[in-house]
């Protein structure tokens, strides 16, 4: 997989709502299983959300889980990250990453290419 480019990224009130995307380049994007991972001040980056290569499955950290959605759209080569009722502990800069090796390799936490990231910051 080529280049990830998150976007979607700020400033919300607790409560709130942000959707992420995330753009794939290069081809073969369904062959590739893609995830959401997240990195706070001072902490090691998590998992947040993956899903598999033609949307069929989906994984969620037990932190995130009935308040995120993980997507995908295979045609326009995205992946999306849609939040819910944030909490100032959701604070963090969002990672997008793709594995061939499918959503197990993303649970292992290991991914063959990783976007640059986006800033979400909730505030109290």
């Known amino acids: 997989q080529g280049q990830l480019v998150e976007s979607g990224g700020g400033l919300v009130q607790a409560g709130g709502s942000l959707r992420l995307s995330c753009a794939a380049s290069g081809r073969a994007f369904s062959g590739y299983a893609m995830g959401w991972f997240r990195q706070a001040p001072g902490k090691e980056r998590e998992f947040v959300a993956a899903i598999s290569r033609l949307g069929g499955a989906t994984y969620y950290a037990d932190s995130v889980k009935g308040r995120f959605t993980i997507s995908r759209d295979n045609v326009k080569n995205t992946v999306f990250l849609q939040m819910n009722s944030l909490k100032p502990e959701d604070t963090a800069v969002y990672y997008c990453?793709?594995?061939?090796?499918?959503?197990?390799?993303?649970?292992?936490?290991?991914?063959?290419?990783w976007g640059q990231g986006t800033q979400v910051t909730v505030s109290s």
């Open positions: 990453a793709a594995a061939a090796g499918g959503t197990s390799a993303l649970l292992q936490r290991t991914a063959d290419s």
